[in-house]
């Protein structure tokens, strides 16, 4: 029977998103025991994980302390953004390639083979110019540089660069880079497989989520999948539903349990398994909620979640 394994993102647990203070790792290594998750991944950014705030000792002692727990770390989560910089002399690329080479000697130190990166990443689905380029997403406000699309190709261009660089750094560790797709230069699952054949490079392969699909419908996802095939080699759950208003406009998201969103997770899990994919599912808690009565969550819900997320994807193991 194909097993889809599940890793706990660490992210949940940063008290980002909910009322209370974030977690240990230690802990965070504990609540995937307690829920039946075999790996966690790493959230490499402060208050759980960042690299330069773990010492030599600290990395042992984690490491250590998962093993003797039976989990394993699937992948370091990095956001990284290779956009353009706003100003000669700050160079935001380079800021982020030392950041890659943190979180790549982070991984290996943990015994982790994977690094997820973002080409680039504003935290939402709806850029601020999304309506006023020509064909692609505008970076900037109407100017002759959106209208011959100048603009996006040199964002593009910027972060092509960036995951090569990156890719480079990640080899010396012997790590394979995960890209994720995000908003606002890669905007869809095609721009990003264009982006990691144009890298070309052996140790870039694809993140792939659900969540992120342009479309949701059986044969759309299944060609997807097949087109990526051996290059996909990790992936998140979440479920994501949409919030409509007058008219059906749709004028926001909010993140769900997996089984409670728009996901058509049966027929991915089941292209996952033709193409002989061995990687984990990462179930990732990302974005603000509020609970009835308009108040923030505690901890307690962001534990049910996890239980009842990791439930929800077992259950379809039986089905493939």
Same mark, same amino acid.
Request: charged share 25%; net charge negative.
């Given at each position: 029977?194909?097993?889809?394994?599940?890793?706990? /993102?660490?992210?949940? !647990?940063?008290?980002?998103?909910?009322?209370?203070? +974030?977690?240990?790792?230690?802990?965070? =290594?504990?609540?995937?025991?307690?829920?039946? !998750?075999?790996?966690?991944? *790493?959230? +490499?950014?402060?208050?759980?994980?960042?690299?330069? &705030?773990?010492?030599?000792?600290?990395?042992?002692?984690?490491?250590?302390?998962?093993? /003797?727990?039976?989990?394993?770390?699937? $992948? =370091?989560?990095?956001?990284?953004?290779?956009?353009?910089?706003?100003?000669?002399?700050?160079?935001?690329?380079?800021?982020?390639?030392?950041?890659?080479?943190?979180?790549?000697?982070?991984?290996? %130190?943990?015994? #982790?083979?994977?690094?997820? *990166?973002?080409?680039?990443?504003?935290? !939402?689905?709806?850029?601020?110019?999304?309506?006023?380029?020509? #064909?692609?997403? $505008?970076?900037?406000?109407?100017?002759?540089?959106?209208?011959?699309? /100048?603009?996006?190709?040199?964002?593009?261009?910027?972060?092509?660069?960036?995951?090569?660089?990156?890719?480079?750094?990640?080899?010396?560790?012997?790590?394979?880079?995960?890209?994720?797709?995000?908003?606002?230069? =890669?905007? #869809?699952?095609? &721009?990003?497989?264009?982006?990691?054949?144009?890298?070309?490079? /052996?140790?870039?392969?694809?993140?792939? &989520?659900? +969540?992120?699909?342009?479309?949701? %419908? &059986?044969?759309?996802?299944?060609?997807?999948?097949?087109?990526?095939?051996?290059?996909?080699?990790?992936?998140?759950?979440?479920? =994501?539903?949409?919030?409509?208003?007058?008219?059906?406009?749709?004028?926001?998201?909010?993140?769900?349990? +997996?089984? %409670?969103?728009?996901?058509?997770?049966?027929p991915f899990f089941k292209a996952c398994k033709e193409i002989g994919y061995e990687g984990y599912f990462a179930y990732e808690q990302c974005a603000p909620f509020l609970m009835p009565g308009h108040k923030k969550p505690?901890?307690?819900? *962001?534990?049910?979640?996890?239980?009842?997320?990791?439930?929800? *994807?077992?259950?379809?193991?039986?089905?493939?």
């Amino acid at each position: 029977m194909f097993k889809l394994k599940q890793s706990l /993102d660490a992210v949940n !647990y940063g008290a980002y998103f909910y009322t209370g203070n +974030p977690l240990t790792m230690e802990e965070i =290594v504990d609540r995937a025991v307690k829920f039946g !998750y075999s790996a966690v991944d *790493i959230w +490499p950014h402060r208050p759980l994980a960042f690299p330069p &705030d773990l010492n030599t000792q600290a990395r042992k002692k984690l490491r250590s302390y998962a093993d /003797d727990k039976g989990i394993k770390f699937a $992948a =370091v989560d990095a956001c990284t953004n290779f956009m353009r910089t706003d100003h000669i002399l700050v160079p935001h690329t380079e800021k982020e390639l030392l950041y890659v080479r943190s979180c790549c000697e982070l991984a290996a %130190d943990l015994g #982790c083979k994977i690094v997820r *990166i973002l080409p680039a990443f504003i935290g !939402y689905f709806w850029a601020p110019y999304w309506d006023q380029g020509y #064909c692609n997403t $505008a970076m900037h406000s109407r100017t002759v540089e959106v209208s011959t699309q /100048d603009d996006y190709l040199l964002e593009w261009d910027s972060v092509r660069s960036g995951i090569i660089d990156s890719a480079g750094i990640a080899r010396e560790y012997g790590v394979t880079l995960a890209v994720q797709g995000h908003p606002p230069v =890669v905007n #869809c699952v095609q &721009d990003l497989i264009d982006l990691v054949d144009e890298v070309n490079m /052996d140790n870039v392969k694809i993140g792939l &989520d659900l +969540p992120l699909f342009d479309k949701q %419908d &059986d044969d759309y996802i299944a060609k997807t999948v097949h087109q990526i095939g051996k290059k996909m080699i990790h992936s998140h759950t979440l479920g =994501v539903r949409l919030r409509y208003g007058p008219s059906g406009v749709i004028y926001a998201s909010e993140e769900v349990i +997996p089984g %409670d969103g728009i996901e058509n997770w049966l027929p991915f899990f089941k292209a996952c398994k033709e193409i002989g994919y061995e990687g984990y599912f990462a179930y990732e808690q990302c974005a603000p909620f509020l609970m009835p009565g308009h108040k923030k969550p505690t901890v307690e819900e *962001i534990d049910r979640r996890q239980k009842v997320g990791f439930e929800f *994807i077992k259950s379809l193991e039986s089905k493939l």
